[in-house]
T-cell receptor
Framework: AQSVAQPEDQVNVAEGNPLTVKCTYS??????LFWYVQYPNRGLQFLLK??????LVKGSYGFEAEFNKSQTSFHLKKPSALVSDSALYFC???????????FGKGTMLLVSP | GAGVSQSPRYKVAKRGQDVALRCDPI?????LFWYQQALGQGPEFLTY????????KSGLPSDRFFAERPEGSVSTLKIQRTQQEDSAVYLC????????????FGEGSWLTVV
């Protein structure tokens, strides 16, 4: 089985400050890891993914994520938050040999002006 | 089209009514997925197609849920005799073949059963 944990229901950060949204996963073998963002009344938008290679992955809108195999983590980061980054963020895992993505419960990011 | 297209965007159904939700994937994408997202929750897997073959339907919650993709392109998710607990957003997604490929999601069909 594969699973994802997002331990924080909500993350609050002031505009201009760095942000981190945490994600840990469980899967057999090497994982494919993804981050998606969801704005109100919208579908999921792809941000970035880790497949193999460099542990630091850069994605859309200045976001990046670091794959840490020993800690089974894939935390989402951004050096300087924007108010417009406020949204619901989902981490997802797909194990090799699995046909589907398994999502975490989501973390609401609130960036205050 | 440029992205995954779903219709209707919003549907209100009376309890016991049958509904059909349509998904038009990105052109050329072999894989197609349906997910269900309840309010305040993450998406939950329903079913997966590779071309016209339904390879995994382990997430369908009951035999009232049925999905098809007869020509390997457009897919329909059908819910028979809707119940209030079926109220959710139904997300369709598609991707090229291969587990490492990005899965792209549509805007979702918001179903409310009253």
């Amino acid at each position: 089985a594969q699973s994802v944990a997002q331990p924080e229901d909500q993350v609050n950060v002031a505009e201009g400050n760095p942000l981190t949204v945490k994600c840990t996963y469980s899967v057999s073998g090497n994982p494919y890891l993804f981050w998606y963002v969801q704005y109100p009344n919208r579908g999921l938008q792809f941000l970035l993914k880790y497949i193999t290679g460099d542990n630091l992955v850069k994605g859309s809108y200045g976001f990046e994520a670091e794959f840490n195999k020993s800690q089974t983590s894939f935390h989402l980061k951004k050096p300087s938050a924007l108010v417009s980054d406020s949204a619901l963020y989902f981490c997802a895992v797909r194990g090799r040999g699995y046909s589907t993505l398994t999502f975490g419960k989501g973390t609401m990011l609130l960036v205050s002006p | 089209g440029a992205g995954v297209s779903q219709s209707p965007r919003y549907k209100v159904a009376k309890r016991g009514q049958d509904v059909a939700l349509r998904c038009d994937p990105i052109s050329g994408h072999v894989s197609l997925f349906w997910y269900q997202q309840a309010l305040g929750q993450g998406p939950e897997f329903l079913t997966y197609f590779q071309n016209e073959a339904q390879l995994d339907k382990s997430g369908l919650p009951s035999d009232r849920f049925f999905a098809e993709r007869p020509e390997g392109s457009v897919s329909t998710l059908k819910i028979q005799r809707t119940q209030q607990e079926d109220s959710a957003v139904y997300l369709c997604a598609s991707s090229p073949r291969g587990a490492g490929n990005t899965i792209y999601f549509g805007e979702g069909s918001w179903l409310t059963v009253v």
